[in-house]
Protein backbone atom coordinates (compact mmCIF):
# COMPACT_ATOMS: atom_id res chain seq x y z
CA UNK A 1 0.00 0.00 0.00
CA UNK A 2 1.08 3.70 -0.99
CA UNK A 3 1.77 5.54 2.23
CA UNK A 4 -0.81 8.75 2.20
CA UNK A 5 1.89 11.42 2.77
CA UNK A 6 4.58 10.00 -0.18
CA UNK A 7 1.19 9.77 -2.35
CA UNK A 8 0.38 13.21 -1.92
CA UNK A 9 4.13 14.35 -1.87
CA UNK A 10 4.48 12.81 -5.44
CA UNK A 11 1.11 14.28 -6.74
CA UNK A 12 2.78 18.11 -5.99
CA UNK A 13 6.06 16.93 -7.86
CA UNK A 14 3.67 16.22 -11.01
CA UNK A 15 1.70 18.84 -10.38
CA UNK A 16 5.00 21.27 -10.28
CA UNK A 17 6.03 19.64 -13.60
CA UNK A 18 3.06 20.17 -15.45
CA UNK A 19 2.79 23.92 -14.28
CA UNK A 20 2.45 26.01 -17.14
CA UNK A 21 4.85 29.27 -16.98
CA UNK A 22 4.61 32.96 -17.65
CA UNK A 23 7.38 35.30 -18.79
CA UNK A 24 7.02 38.47 -17.16
CA UNK A 25 8.70 41.47 -18.00
CA UNK A 26 9.10 44.04 -15.27
CA UNK A 27 10.33 47.20 -15.07
CA UNK A 28 12.49 48.44 -11.93
CA UNK A 29 13.23 52.18 -11.25
CA UNK A 30 15.89 53.05 -8.11
CA UNK A 31 14.74 54.87 -5.79
CA UNK A 32 17.28 57.31 -6.74
CA UNK A 33 20.82 57.61 -8.75
CA UNK A 34 22.85 56.33 -5.70
CA UNK A 35 21.25 52.76 -6.19
CA UNK A 36 23.88 50.23 -6.73
CA UNK A 37 22.16 48.59 -9.16
CA UNK A 38 24.61 45.54 -8.98
CA UNK A 39 24.56 44.59 -5.07
CA UNK A 40 20.46 45.41 -5.66
CA UNK A 41 20.37 42.65 -8.28
CA UNK A 42 22.76 40.46 -6.12
CA UNK A 43 19.66 41.00 -3.31
CA UNK A 44 16.93 40.22 -5.59
CA UNK A 45 18.49 36.98 -6.73
CA UNK A 46 19.59 36.21 -3.97
CA UNK A 47 15.85 35.01 -2.33
CA UNK A 48 13.63 34.62 -4.96
CA UNK A 49 10.50 33.63 -4.07
CA UNK A 50 9.68 29.78 -4.36
CA UNK A 51 8.68 29.04 -8.54
CA UNK A 52 10.20 32.20 -9.55
CA UNK A 53 13.11 32.17 -11.86
CA UNK A 54 15.25 35.40 -12.77
CA UNK A 55 15.70 34.79 -16.98
CA UNK A 56 17.40 37.96 -17.70
CA UNK A 57 18.00 41.53 -16.73
CA UNK A 58 18.86 44.70 -18.73
CA UNK A 59 19.75 48.04 -17.20
CA UNK A 60 19.47 50.76 -19.72
CA UNK A 61 19.54 54.86 -18.58
CA UNK A 62 16.54 56.50 -18.61
CA UNK A 63 16.22 60.23 -16.56
CA UNK A 64 19.11 61.99 -14.82
CA UNK A 65 21.72 59.86 -14.27
CA UNK A 66 18.96 56.88 -13.18
CA UNK A 67 19.25 53.59 -14.84
CA UNK A 68 16.40 51.66 -14.46
CA UNK A 69 15.95 47.65 -14.44
CA UNK A 70 14.48 45.63 -16.97
CA UNK A 71 14.45 42.17 -15.59
CA UNK A 72 12.47 39.19 -16.93
CA UNK A 73 11.00 36.56 -14.69
CA UNK A 74 9.40 33.08 -15.43
CA UNK A 75 6.12 32.49 -13.10
CA UNK A 76 3.71 29.62 -12.71
CA UNK A 77 0.69 30.66 -14.21
CA UNK A 78 -1.45 30.49 -11.67
CA UNK A 79 -3.30 33.00 -9.57
CA UNK A 80 -1.38 34.95 -7.32
CA UNK A 81 1.91 34.83 -8.78
CA UNK A 82 2.12 38.13 -10.26
CA UNK A 83 1.48 40.02 -7.03
CA UNK A 84 3.90 37.45 -4.93
CA UNK A 85 6.67 38.58 -7.65
CA UNK A 86 5.21 42.33 -7.94
CA UNK A 87 5.34 41.99 -3.83
CA UNK A 88 8.84 40.57 -3.32
CA UNK A 89 10.32 43.25 -5.45
CA UNK A 90 8.48 46.33 -3.61
CA UNK A 91 9.96 44.88 -0.42
CA UNK A 92 13.78 46.30 -1.57
CA UNK A 93 14.24 49.89 -0.20
CA UNK A 94 16.41 50.43 -3.18
CA UNK A 95 13.22 50.02 -5.24
CA UNK A 96 11.41 53.16 -6.11
CA UNK A 97 8.81 51.84 -8.59
CA UNK A 98 8.27 48.85 -10.56
CA UNK A 99 6.08 48.42 -13.76
CA UNK A 100 4.87 45.22 -15.79
CA UNK A 101 5.57 45.80 -19.40
CA UNK A 102 4.50 42.61 -20.68
CA UNK A 103 3.39 39.30 -19.91
CA UNK A 104 3.12 36.18 -22.01
CA UNK A 105 3.26 32.23 -22.26
CA UNK A 106 6.15 30.78 -21.95
CA UNK A 107 7.25 28.29 -24.52
CA UNK A 108 8.25 24.63 -23.12
Given amino acids: MLNPTYAHHAGL ?26 NLLLKMKSNLPQNIELISVETEPFVFGLNVINALFKIPDEEGYPNILEDYLKGFEEVGELE ?9
Avoid: H
Fill in 100 to 108: IISMSRASS
Fill in 13 to 38: KDRELRMKKVVVLVRIMPLDESVNIE
